[in-house]
């Protein structure tokens, strides 16, 4: 089976950082499909983080310049670096394949909240 598991989500105040951290099957690590979603109470799932054709994140416009993403090949782990955060950055956060065709079923996430 193909698994994400997400950790690293708390609270933080607005301006600060948080490192997410997404461990990956093997399976799951060996595509290079693999980005960020994010999902606040009542609203609707949001991609911020994909994979361009070249193969580099492409961010979504409301976290350019705030959020990384990388990996860890040795630990089939993939981070997403936020920094400079703001409270409507608050959302349970879930990684995936950002390829429709093999987007596995959502796992728990981890909860960001991000305080005025």
């Known amino acids: 089976q193909v698994q994400f598991v997400e950790s690293g989500g708390g609270l933080v105040q607005a301006g600060g950082s948080l490192r997410l951290s997404c461990a990956a099957s093997r399976s799951a690590f060996s595509s290079n499909l693999i980005g960020w979603y994010r999902q606040a109470p009542g609203k609707e799932r949001e991609l911020v983080v994909g994979i361009s054709t070249g193969g580099s994140p492409n961010y979504a416009d409301s976290v350019k310049g705030r959020f990384t993403m990388s990996r860890d090949n040795g630990k089939n782990m993939v981070y997403l670096q936020m920094n400079s955060l703001k409270p409507e950055d608050t959302a349970v956060y879930y990684c995936?394949?950002?390829?429709?065709?093999?987007?596995?079923?959502w796992g728990q996430g981890t909860q960001v909240t991000v305080s005025p």
């Open positions: 995936n394949f950002v390829n429709a065709f093999i987007i596995r079923a």
